[in-house]
C-alpha cells in the first residue's frame, strides 16, 4: 500500500508539469487551431533560465528554507517574465506572418523553429547535462512522510512535490478564472469561435493571439523550472520530450479544453509512473501513447473535448 501511495504521488507531481505545458498547446491551438509544435522547447529555455538565475543567486546549504522558497518564487517570476518575451517573438517572427496562408506552412514553421530553439540553446549551453546547485536540491529534498510501512519503506511527500503541486492547482485556478470572467478571456473565446466575426465586433486578434502565445510561454517556463526543481537536472534535448508527452496529454484530454489539458497531463503523469513502477521503465512511453491511441480511436475528441463541427 505504501509502495502504490508513493508512487501516486509521484504520479500527480509528473502529471502537473506536463498539464502545465499541455495548456499551451491546447490554448494556441483553440484560437488560432495549430499546433505550436516549438512549446516544448520553449519549456526547455525557461528551465535553463531558471538554472542560470538559480546560479546567479548563489544560494548554500545554511541559506534558511523560507529564503530558498523567496528566492524560488522570484526565479519563477522572472523566468516567466523572459521565457514570455521568447513566446511574443516567436508568434511575432515566426507564425503571424503565416497565419493566412495554408495548414501546412505554420506546422513547418513551428518544426524549424523547435529545430532552432533546441540547436541555439546546445550552442550556448552545451550539450553536457546541467545540474541544479546541490546545496539547493538538498534543502528541497525533504518531506512529509504520508504513510509508514511496516517493512520500512514509508510513502513520503517532499517538499518540492508539494511546491509543484501547489503552484499547478494556483495557477490553474487563476487561468480558469481569466478566461471565464474577463475581458481577455472573452476575446480569447470569440477568437477561438471566429476570428472574422471576433475582429468585426471590435476584438484585436492579432494582439489577442500574441497575449496567448506570452501567456502559454509563461506556463511553460514555471514548468521549466519545476522539472529543474524535481530533477534536479536538464539538458538541451528535455523540451522534445516532455514537449510530445504534453501535446499527447492536451489531445488525451481533449485539445482546446483547459481542464482537459490539465486532466490529460496528470492521466499521462499516472500511467508513465505506475507503469514504470510495476511493470517496467523500458515501456513506460509506449504505454502513454498506446492510450492516446485508443482514446483516438475510440474518442477522438478527447475525453473533455467537444466534436468538432464543421461550418458550411
Known amino acids: 500500500m505504501e509502495y502504490f501511495v508513493q508512487q501516486l504521488i509521484n504520479g500527480l507531481t509528473l502529471g502537473s508539469i506536463y ?123 525533504g518531506g512529509f512522510t504520508v504513510l509508514r510501512g511496516a517493512d520500512g519503506f514509508d510513502a513520503v511527500v517532499s517538499y518540492r512535490q508539494l511546491v509543484i503541486v501547489g503552484v499547478t492547482v494556483t495557477l490553474m485556478a487563476f487561468f480558469t478564472w481569466l478566461i471565464t470572467s474577463t475581458s481577455l478571456g472573452r476575446a480569447q473565446r470569440a477568437c477561438e469561435q471566429d476570428r472574422t466575426m471576433a475582429a468585426l465586433t471590435g476584438v484585436d486578434v492579432d494582439r489577442t493571439i500574441s497575449i496567448t502565445f506570452v501567456i502559454g510561454a509563461a ?54 509512473v505506475f507503469w514504470a513502477g510495476y511493470v517496467g521503465s523500458e515501456y513506460k512511453d509506449v504505454a502513454a501513447f498506446s492510450i492516446l491511441a485508443l482514446v483516438l480511436i475510440f474518442r477522438p475528441e478527447g475525453l473533455l473535448g467537444r466534436p468538432e463541427i464543421e461550418k458550411v
Do not use: C
Open 19 to 141: 498539464g502545465l505545458i499541455a495548456i499551451g498547446y491546447t490554448m494556441v491551438y483553440g484560437i488560432i487551431g495549430m499546433i505550436n509544435f516549438a512549446h516544448g522547447d520553449v519549456f526547455m529555455v525557461g528551465s535553463f533560465i531558471g538554472l542560470l538565475l538559480f546560479l546567479m543567486i548563489g544560494l548554500t546549504a545554511a541559506t534558511p528554507l523560507v529564503v530558498i522558497i523567496l528566492a524560488l518564487i522570484g526565479v519563477l517570476i522572472v523566468a516567466m517574465a523572459l521565457t514570455a518575451v521568447w513566446g511574443w517573438t516567436i508568434e511575432r517572427l515566426a507564425y503571424r506572418p503565416l497565419r493566412g496562408s495554408f495548414r501546412l506552412a505554420p506546422l513547418i514553421t513551428a518544426i524549424g523553429m523547435s529545430i532552432v530553439l533546441t540547436n541555439l540553446v546546445q550552442i550556448a549551453q552545451g550539450a553536457r547535462v546541467k545540474n541544479l546547485p546541490p546545496d539547493i536540491k538538498d534543502r528541497l529534498a
Open 219 to 272: 506556463l511553460a517556463a514555471v514548468a521549466g523550472v519545476m522539472f529543474l526543481v524535481y530533477y534536479g537536472a536538464i539538458d538541451f534535448y528535455i523540451g522534445f520530450v516532455a514537449g510530445i508527452k504534453a501535446f499527447t496529454a492536451a489531445v488525451l484530454g481533449g485539445i482546446g479544453s483547459l481542464p482537459g489539458a490539465m486532466l490529460g497531463g496528470l492521466l499521462i503523469g499516472l500511467i508513465e
